[in-house]
């Protein structure tokens, strides 16, 4: 079953997800902003240089320019960055 089916069959019909980055998706929030989809930014960007063509560099310019910053209402989606480099 696909990811955006089986989410909205156990979390409801009002999620809302960034187009294009299905398999960036690793869960759906929950506690006082529950029901918002989470992506992984990392993933986000591999599926920009893979789709697209992009770098790296200008894959997450992209992102941050037409989808992190965009607010869509309580629904919107979370990006997250899942691994750090430490020093």
């Not at 960036?24 to 990392?42: E, F, K, L, P, W």
């Not at 310019?61 to 989808?67: Q, V």
């Amino acid at each position: 079953m696909e990811i955006r089916k089986e989410l909205c069959e156990y979390h409801g019909d009002d999620l809302l997800f960034a187009d294009g980055y299905d398999s960036a998706i690793i869960g759906v929030s929950t506690g006082h902003d529950n029901g918002r989809v989470v992506y992984d930014i990392q993933k986000m960007i591999g599926a920009c240089i893979n789709d697209m063509g992009m770098t790296e560099d200008d894959a997450y310019e992209w992102l941050e320019y037409n989808t992190f910053g965009a607010y869509v209402g309580d629904q919107t989606p979370i990006y997250v960055y899942l691994n750090y480099e430490q020093d």
